[in-house]
């Protein structure tokens, strides 16, 4: 169990809706990691979040956006959703200072029909 | 920028046998280093990392790995592959940068016959 909590731990949804998936980091991690994983295009990066701030944004698509709150829990919001949206989204967190060493949660299996 | 290489999506050995999963990065600056293990159905355990100091860094259920900065590369070994070594597994790397995040390779899937 590496203390990062993700939920619903499977969605399934159709095509055109919208879902938000949560995580909650380990306590004291102040930056939260959101990642899609999927058959054909492996293991993405999409956006980080430090202390409530957008850091570093990777391939998210514009139909993708997400928050970090005050309690440091993060929610990524999928809206318009296609087929190929289907994938596994996996969050991470980490300490200050800790060289990116990041710790994964259970990850959310969503499937767009 | 950084990136990651990992030769092989899949590699196949004996239940028994030496195990070598192969990882070359390329990074303008010192590179921290990671190997992750992923179960089927499952998030990314990390196994073991590099930062600074010794090169070579021991890591959960029997896994090392060796740095060497003239070959940019991190490869992982095990002596004796178990049956419950088959998962996925992820090499990463990320630098000292505040602004870093990980930078994954596409995966290297073990499979351990008996």
């Known amino acids: 169990d590496s203390g990062v909590t993700q939920t619903p731990k499977h969605l399934i949804t159709a095509t055109g809706q919208r879902v938000t998936l949560r995580c909650s980091p380990r306590s004291g991690d102040l930056s939260v990691y959101w990642y899609q994983q999927s058959l054909d295009q492996g293991l993405q990066f999409l956006i980080q979040?430090?202390?409530?701030?957008?850091?570093a944004k990777g391939n998210i698509l514009e139909r993708f956006s997400a928050q970090q709150f005050p309690d440091l829990h993060s929610e990524l919001n999928l809206s318009s959703l296609e087929l190929g949206d289907s994938a596994l989204y996996f969050c991470?967190?980490?300490?200050?200072?800790?060289?990116?060493?990041?710790?994964f949660g259970p990850g959310t299996r969503l499937t767009v029909l | 920028a950084q990136s990651v290489t990992q030769l092989g999506s899949h590699v196949s050995v004996s239940e028994g046998a030496l195990v070598l999963l192969r990882c070359n990065y390329s990074s303008s600056v010192p590179p921290y280093l990671f190997w992750y293990v992923q179960y089927p159905n499952q998030g990314l355990q990390l196994l073991l990392k590099y930062t600074t100091g010794a090169t070579l860094v021991k890591g959960i259920n029997g896994f090392e790995a060796e740095f060497k900065k003239s070959e940019t590369s991190f490869h992982l070994t095990k002596p004796s592959a178990h049956m419950s070594d088959a998962a996925e597994y992820f090499c990463a790397v990320s630098v000292n940068s505040g602004y870093s995040t990980l930078t994954f390779g596409k995966g290297t899937m073990l499979l351990v016959s008996p």
């Open positions: 991470a967190s980490s300490a200050p200072g800790a060289y990116n060493e990041q710790f």
């Open positions: 979040y430090y202390n409530g701030e957008e850091r």
